[in-house]
Structures are given as C-alpha cells and as structure tokens.
C-alpha cells in the first residue's frame, strides 16, 4: 500500500502481515497469522479477544521479547517511525529499506529485524511495556530504586553526567558507572578518593531523576520508596512502579499487556486513570492489550479483535461497539453486562478457540459462528474494509441478518 | 525487622544452642563407651581400674562429671589425648590449621568454581556448555569419594609418580618458619616460593578429591535454580528495559538464583567436614579427620569428646552465616515469622 505524507507522519508504528509460530510437538502453532495493524500518534489502540488468541505475541514481538526458540518469526514486518529529534541518542543511518528521510525528521526502522544492540537502545527509551502481573515484574532481590535506575542509566548517561556537573571529561570508571558497563575493577576505581565524590554526585542526579519518575505517577513518598523491596508493596503500588520505569523515558509506544488483571477493581480505575492522564501529557501512542471488553471500550480510540492469532475486526470505538460487523465481536459484546440484561443472561460464546495447530483453510470462527456457511468451511476470509477506519473479516453481512 | 535487628537476635541465641550441644555431645560419649577405655588393659586389677575413675571423677553423678567437663573447657582444657600423649589443646591447633587449609581449598574453589558452572550451564540450557557440565556435575556427585581419592592416587602417586602424598616435604618443611600452620600462607609470609610450591603440589590432589563432590552439588543446584530464575517475569521486564543479556543474568537472575543455593553451600559444608575424615586418611594427611578416627578405633574419649564439639559449633556458626548470607540476598526472609 502507498502511504501519502500525512499518514506517513501519523503512524508511530505499523505491523505488516505479523506471522508468530511456535514449533511444537505436535506441529506449528500459528500463534499470531498474519496480523496488520497502524498505531497512530498519541491513540490507544485496544487489542482484545479471549486467552490464547495471540495477542500477548503480537505485543512482545514489538520488543522482540519473544521465544525464539522455540518460537519462529515466520514473516511480516513492525516499522517502527521514529521522530529523531526525540530520541538524538539513537545513531542516525538507517537499515536498508528504510531511506532515512530528512524531510520528514522521521526514520522508519523494522523492529522485528534490528540487532540486539540496536533493539536493546529501542527496549524502554523510545518503546517500553507493561507486564500482567506487577507482583512478578519486579526482582525481589532488589529495591525499588536500584531497579528504576537502570532504566535512566540504560538510556540516560549523558542527561546523568550533566546532572552531576560533569560533562565528557568524566573519569572513564564514572562513565561506566552512569552507564551500567562497570569492569571488574570499577568497583573500587570508583570509590577512590579521586572519584568518590563525583561517583556520589551521579548517584544523586540519579536519585533524582528516579524520585521524579515515581512522583509523576502520584505515589506517596517517592523518596521513601526508593528504598523499598518489591514485596513490601501492594499490587497497585507496584503497578505505579512499573509505570513510572515504563514511562520513565517518555517513550513513543508503551505496550500495556492485561496491566490491571491481577489487581482489584478498584486499584484497576486508578491505573486507568494515571496511564491515561500520563499518556495525555507526553503523546505516548498505548497499545492496550486486553480480554475485558468493557474495559477496552471506556479507554480506547481504536480496537482491533484477535481471535486465533488473527484481527477479525479493527475499527474506532464508536464503530466497534455502536456496529460490530464480525459474529465473534458480537458475541463478546452479548457476553458484556449492560443496563439492558437482567443478571444471569449473559451470554457467553458457545465453543472454544480451535488449536492453532497447522489451521486449515476457513474461516477459524466458523465451529462456533451462528452465521456459518459452506463458504466459511472453505474460504478464509480476509479483512475488508467497511468504512475508511474500520474491517471486518467475515463473508456474511451480519448488519443486515441480525438486523442491527 | 531490619536486618541487624535479625542478625543481633540470631547471635543471641547461640551461646544457648553451644549450651544444648555440648550437653548432647556429652551425654553421648558417655553411652558411647567408657571415657577410660583407652587407659586400661587386661592387667590391671580393680583396685587400680578403681583408682583411675576416681581419677576422672567417674564416681561422681553424671551432672558433676558434666559440669567439671564444661568448666574444664571453658578455661581451655579439653583433657588429655591418649593417642598423642600431649593435652588435646596443645595438639588441637595443628590438627585444625591442616584440616582448615585444606578444607578453604577445596571449599573455595567448589564455591566460585561451582557457581561459574552452574551459571555458565544455566544460562546455555540444553547447548554443549550444559551437557558437559552434567556430566561433571552427576559424576562428582555420585562416584564415592574413597573411591575416586584412591584412584587419583593409583594414577598419579603409585603410576606416575608426580603426586606427593602427606603435606609437605621434610626439608621444605623445616626451612621455614610456621607461624600459622597453614602451609601456603606460612610459605607466603617466609616469601618462599619454593614453600609455597610444595605447599601447594601436596594440597592438590587431596583438594580435588575433596572438593569434587561439592563443586558437583553446588552447580547442579545453581545450574536448576538459574533456569527456574531465568523463566521468571522479571527477567523479561528486565529486557524490556534495554539490559544487555549480560547484565540481565547477572544483575538479575543470578543474584536470585543464589537464594535457593545459599541453602545447599552450608549442607556442602557438612559435606565437605564428612569428607575430610576419608581423604586425610587416603593422603595420609595429619588433620582433625584423621585425629578423630584413629582416636575412635582407639576408644579415646578425651580427643572425641573435643572433635565432635568442635565441629558441632562450627555448624552453628556456618548455620548463621548461611542464614544472614540468605536474609541480605532476599530481604522476605527477616520480614517472615
Ligand atoms: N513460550 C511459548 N511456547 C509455545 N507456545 C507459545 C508460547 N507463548 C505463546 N504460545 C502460543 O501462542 C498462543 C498465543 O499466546 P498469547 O499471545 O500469550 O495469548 P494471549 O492472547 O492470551 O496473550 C498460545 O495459545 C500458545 O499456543
Ligand atoms: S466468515 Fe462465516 S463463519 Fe466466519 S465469522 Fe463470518 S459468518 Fe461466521
Ligand atoms: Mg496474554
């Protein structure tokens, strides 16, 4: 597809034809099969649908923190465009394909193909994420701080460096010590009476910009918490940690995946309302993952529905819940408590998801589909476009059967 | 609880546990045979046999007989040792500076040696690194050690004769000073390197047989338990903020995984003491282990009573450190109870 400007701009990230496949025992499994999606500029993009479907794979492979082995990359695209000026400390000179374009002060990198070193300057600077359980995505060995601080020494060294008054003349070991590459024995080149007072200096202006991340994410005593080990906290609290270390760098994308699942309800809005209300402020493009459909629908712009390592359904909120096109997204939505069901109605898709084990040519919804016709047990319908934002990848048209 | 607060709170209570064991120790070299045996013989008749428990206030209640024991000890006399003739104290320090050097050797290097393995292993799960070092690792911790010393030394002292046995070379011996008594830092304190040689040949092959099996144990625990740390959560929110692969094992699996195989280093410990006994017995090695056994074949209680109290404090000591070593690298552990 030709982009014209304008959209070349608005896109932070576009995921070409995505294929994850895991090698199993029993055959491949066709995890993610041929995904495509844009995530535009500051937008919540929702990906939704039922436990296995795909969509964690789809959010790791972003950061490629998938698998691999036993999982495969079998083809597809993410381009990443990244606004230069945000992000200066990434080396200019792009990777062949993706002409650097000055006009645009963009330059568009294939995620799924960089180097370890090149992913790794992408991994919580310009791109970050959120993991379902905060209670295990924090290292229990260590504090709160020392755990946030590698973010800013990961991405920051020169941003600390200043902080602490010292500019490219640092002392090599205090380099490496703002930088996480300490050698064997910067341990004690550090704490030389030559070096102990700059070295405390950069752990100040590290402090600082660690207290600042957690402030800005409302939690009481930032400072305080510093020195806290991650089971001394509740859930919600570090939830707000992981935010904070997420948000730390004003990242173009955070991929939130299921962040409130394990957390109460309660401690869920509050999460809501601060990843909304940080995201406002910086621009930040989320990629909100999600089996919740009522969750989805009070936070997202857009929403894409993943059923069996495909998008059936992807358009804006209004679209999606005022006129569900794809059987399946119906479904979830009668599964949906509302004003007008009486309680015990709810009706929940008869069926399960099929293995996604070598998936035969059809429609992968069809052993459940009220809608189905031999057309869907032999065809495998692709998306099409409704209206200009919103597809649908189905061969009934559901609108005019169920008379919606 | 803080951790001082943890550790203050665990020292107190050790002079109680050195109280209760040596209460143990006592009562059971008096079931285990007459503290006497090694002094007498057929000869003798009663009234002489009488004469010397009378001499050892073995006519006295047993409680008596304890606390004259405890006070005994806690002035620094721990009785006499019948199979060196001499006062255990005076015999005791160079028994314990052999078995102590040889004990660090083969316990320092199973600790660094074992943690390396084990996370060199584990960090290459199911590639040719991990495979080798299961072999090493099932091998060392199933071939007996008598076995595997008495086979080191076929090969390399009766076959090939580059080994020494015994610790150290007679004239190499009497040309320094020992200060110490252990041999290697007596030899570095001398500055001479010919000591310290020699020293150092007599100490390897009695090391290696010792310190195999532990270095075995330590790896595989390391190796599991930095697999199991390496499927954690964590570790992927750890690269999803940029961490090189490098620091993301270090910094952050292997510190955790060394929770779990803090716990298995202090039961390597017992392991190690246990094996003392059968390898200074191979290498003709003049330690506390061999001390020990022979004052057992011989029925000496006095030099009993001193080697099982002795290293019965030392498992409360190691205990402790194991325990504090734990409770730093996972804060949970002072929080519990
Ligand atoms: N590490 C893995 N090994 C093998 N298969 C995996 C792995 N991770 C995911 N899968 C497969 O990918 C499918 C999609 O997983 P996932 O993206 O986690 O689903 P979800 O939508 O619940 O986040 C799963 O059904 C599973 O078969
Ligand atoms: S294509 Fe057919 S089976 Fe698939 S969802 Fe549409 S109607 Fe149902
Ligand atoms: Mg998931």
Redesign the interface.
Known sequence: MMLDTSDQKNFVAKVDDLKVYFNSKRGTVHAVDGISFDVYKGETLGLVGETGCGKSVTGRSFLQLLPIPPGVLAGGSITYNQQTNSSQRIETGSKPGFPNSRNFEFKKVDLLTLTGEEIRKIRGDSIAMIFQDPGKSLNPTLTIGAQLSEVFLQHRTEEILEMAGLGSEAPGAIRRFASQRNRIFDKWLVNLSGNRLTKSRVEKAVADLVAKALSDTQVPNPVKLMDRYPHELSGGMKQRVMIAQALACNPDILIADEPTTALDVTVEARILDLIQDLQQRRQTSVVYISHDLSLVRRICDRVAVMYAGRIVEIGTNNEIFKNPRHPYTIGLMKALPSADTARGELLAIPGNVPELINPPQMCRFSSRCAFATDKCKNQDPQLEKVTNSHSVACFADVAEISGK | MQLRDYILRRLMVLPFLIIGVSIVVFTLTRVGGSPIGIYLSHEMTPDEVLEIEQRFGLDKPVWVQYLQWAKGVLSGDFGWSGISAAPVADVFPLKLAATMELAAASGLVALFLGIFLGTFAGARRNRAPDHITRIVAVSGASLPQFWFGILLLIVFWANLGIAPIGRSDATVFASINHPTGLYTLDAILAGSPRAFWDAIWHLMLPAITLGYGATAIIARMMRSALVEELQ???V??????????K?VLK??AR??AL?PTITVIGLTFGFLLQGTITVEIIYRWPGLGRWMAASVVRGDQGTLMTYVLFTSVLFLIVNLIVDVVYAN????VT?GK
Do not use: F, S, T
Request: proline share 0%; hydrophobic share 40%.
């Open positions: 954690q959560d964590y992927d929110a750890a690269r999803a903020k940029g961490l090189a692969e620091l910094k952050h510190r955790n929770v690298l996972d804060r949970r929080l």
